[in-house]
């Protein structure tokens, strides 16, 4: 379903990951093109595109997709559709999700201050440079620290799931109503589409062994 004829390069996928071909508008098209025909029914794909959206909002960046095909699992949604709405959280949509989820987050929990996308991202590269240094550790001479993960923890990780979970369910909620009439319209269009060219197709046929009309 999702194969491509001529595969990409590296240097291709690096640089498509930040900005596709042809811009985001005609990927969204691509996108929306390929999860309306999946050969499922449409309240799955439904559940599996929410679960997508509703991951995306998540601080757990790099593991999106996995998550949301998990959840999808569970939920008995569309994993391919879990796919395509992950596809949310985006270069360009990702630093208002995180600034807009780690302020909601704070404001919910009681936390001061405000934070910029920029600080937050690199926060989160220093903690998982941190959690990696303190995983080393246990195998190696080094030593573990864990207090600025406690830090970063309380004060970016936890606010951005909570905020995250408000912003990302109520978006998934809209995903899925928007998702499910729309395969819908679309799979009757199709199936229309289908019976009129079958009626075509039988009317040469059927003129051709018909018999006489009877004589009065």
């Avoid at 042809?22 to 499922?40: I, Q, S």
């Avoid at 819908?184 to 018909?210: C, T, V």
């Amino acid at each position: 379903m999702f194969k491509r004829r001529n595969p990409r390069s590296y240097r291709q996928i690096a640089s498509e990951t930040f900005y596709p071909r042809g811009g985001f508008r005609r990927a969204a098209t691509y996108l929306w093109h390929r999860l309306r025909r999946l050969p499922d029914q449409p309240h799955r794909i439904g559940r599996g595109v929410a679960a997508g959206v509703f991951l995306s909002f998540s601080p757990l960046h790099g593991f999106h997709f996995i998550v949301a095909a998990l959840v999808t699992l569970l939920i008995r949604g569309n994993v391919l559709a879990a796919f395509v709405g992950t596809f949310a959280g985006n270069p360009l949509t990702t630093p208002f999700i995180a600034l807009s989820a780690v302020g909601l987050g704070r404001r919910l929990l009681g936390l001061p201050g405000e934070m910029s996308p920029h600080f937050i991202f690199t926060e989160f590269a220093h903690a998982t440079a941190g959690l990696w240094h303190n995983v080393l550790s246990l195998f190696g001479p080094g030593t573990t620290d864990w207090h600025g993960l406690s830090d970063f923890y309380q004060q970016i990780f936890l606010p951005y799931a909570v905020g995250g979970a408000v912003l990302g369910g109520v978006a998934a909620i809209l995903a899925h109503a928007l998702t499910v009439p729309l395969v819908r319209g679309y799979h009757r269009h199709r199936e229309r589409k289908m019976a009129e060219r079958i009626a075509r197709l039988r009317g040469p046929a059927e003129k051709d062994g018909e018999d006489p009309p009877p004589r009065p």
